[in-house]
């Protein structure tokens, strides 16, 4: 069955620190996707990234990095010079490609951005 | 473009009330999701949709119930709340399968049961 594992529950940092949130998924499948998403103190959750399990280049999107490592089962997610703005729970989920393909989400990783 | 929308925002009920709760979509979309976020527990599937007139059961659909009547809407029923369905609700859509289509979610719907 497939699994995602968000270890970190908390992270606080000061602004202008880097920060990875790490993601650690477990899948059958040799093919997936695997996504983030943010949710803001506002609830709404807002798609960041989605990445197939055939491509393990690093994504960089402005202060925004992901690390993909098929070997260790990982998906880590790098903010560079955070700003209070990225104060967020951020969710990881992985979708198999077989069946239905729902999206199965970790428990989320609170970051705390403080000036 | 309103994206995905859901009514109410806020409801409290009272143990063995039944309600609705609304989903909307104006993307065409042909998926529609229903989540519940618990704390510690992130993001769990309750019922989905593939099309107009069709529904599935998800991870925890137990006590609820969905309906699918028009395409841009899904609509979560609760026949007998009980306090275990204190929750914050979510309803998404998108255009292809989780595997390949982005979700668009909705602002959410908090739900306490007393």
């Known amino acids: 069955a497939q699994k995602v594992t968000q270890a970190q529950t908390e992270i606080s940092v000061v602004e202008k620190e880097d920060v990875t949130l790490d993601c650690v998924y477990e899948?059958?499948?040799?093919?997936?996707?695997l996504f983030w998403y943010k949710q803001p103190p506002s609830g709404e959750l807002v798609f960041l990234i989605r990445r197939n399990s055939f491509d393990e280049q690093n994504e960089i999107s402005g202060r925004y990095s992901w690390n993909f490592q098929k070997s260790t089962s990982s998906f880590n997610f790098t903010i560079t010079a955070s700003q209070v703005v990225d104060s967020a729970v951020y969710f990881c989920a992985l979708s198999e490609t077989t069946g239905f393909q729902k999206l199965v989400f970790g428990t989320g990783t609170r970051l705390l951005v403080s000036p | 473009n309103a994206g995905v929308t859901q009514t109410p925002k806020f409801r409290v009920l009272k143990t063995g009330q039944s309600m609705t709760l609304l989903c909307a979509q104006d993307m065409n979309h042909e998926y529609m999701y229903w989540y519940r976020q618990d704390p510690g527990m992130g993001l769990r599937l309750i019922h989905y949709?593939?099309?107009?007139?069709?529904?599935a059961k998800g991870e925890v659909p137990d006590g609820y119930n969905v309906s699918r009547l028009k395409k841009q809407n899904f609509l979560l029923g609760l026949e007998s709340a009980a306090p275990s369905q204190t929750s914050v609700y979510f309803c998404?859509?998108?255009?292809?399968?989780?595997?390949?289509?982005?979700?668009?979610f909705g602002p959410g719907t908090r739900l306490t049961v007393t």
């Open positions: 949709s593939v099309g107009e007139g069709t529904t």
């Open positions: 899948t059958r499948d040799t093919t997936y996707y």
């Open positions: 998404a859509s998108s255009y292809s399968t989780g595997a390949t289509g982005e979700q668009y």
